[in-house]
């Protein structure tokens, strides 16, 4: 699967939107983008996924660039209970494993 | 529909006992997996399973056993616990290919 790269941390203030990059360069063209987070050592959360085209759900949008290369995750009014460590995952269509790196924390304030 | 459940929530184990780890699920995944947390660090694959009678090892697999006699439940043995072993551990399911969903966690100390 391929790598990704998020920054280690980010602030956003409540109310606002949080917009969390990630880059995966090398990302084949069956692979998924999938966006997790923990909050306070929490068992990690499902948020959501996309391959090629935008996602939007109840949590979250997901802009994924046309070359794929990054995305971006968007929590449109972040609120203090959005306060959580976000991992951006890629994944293979045949592959079951999750790979984890070291996520970003965001951190949102009052 | 209680999802993925992880039993017990904590642990306190001394070096050299054993233990399992229960992880159930309710929503006839065929996937099961489990996953350790160290400190500051993200999950690391320790075994999985895509149905019953069928496991392999991930990332970590040393220092730990699992069978799947059953389609809900996947239990993690620690035949002789060490205090590297201490960490979170949990527990992930889904259908084949789709979305995994995480249980919440054991805490394990080995002293």
């Known amino acids: 699967d391929a790598k990704t790269t998020q920054p280690p941390s980010m602030d956003c203030a409540e109310g606002r939107a949080a917009n969390l990059p990630c880059n995966h360069s090398t990302i084949s063209g069956n692979e998924y983008v999938y966006w997790y987070r923990q909050i306070h050592s929490q068992g990690p959360q499902y948020i959501i996924h996309g391959l090629k085209n935008n996602e939007t759900n109840e949590m979250a949008s997901l802009i994924i660039t046309e070359d794929r290369k990054s995305s971006t995750l968007i929590l449109p009014h972040a609120t203090l209970r959005d306060t959580a460590v976000y991992y951006c995952i890629v994944r293979g269509g045949s592959n079951y494993k999750l790979t984890f790196g070291k996520g970003t924390l965001l951190t949102v304030n009052p | 529909n209680a999802g993925v459940t992880q039993t017990p929530k904590f642990q306190v184990l001394k070096t050299g006992q054993s233990m399992t780890l229960q992880c159930a699920q309710d929503m006839n995944h065929e996937y099961m997996s489990w996953y350790r947390q160290d400190p500051g660090m993200g999950l690391r694959l320790i075994h999985y399973s895509v149905g019953a009678g069928i496991t392999d090892q991930g990332e970590v697999p040393n220092g730990y056993n699992v069978s799947r006699s059953t389609t809900e439940d996947f239990p993690l043995r620690l035949l002789s616990a060490a205090p590297s072993q201490t960490s979170v551990y949990f527990c992930?399911?889904?259908?084949?290919?789709?979305?995994?969903?995480f249980g919440p966690g054991t805490r394990l100390l080995v002293l």
């Open positions: 992930a399911s889904s259908h084949l290919q789709e979305t995994q969903y």
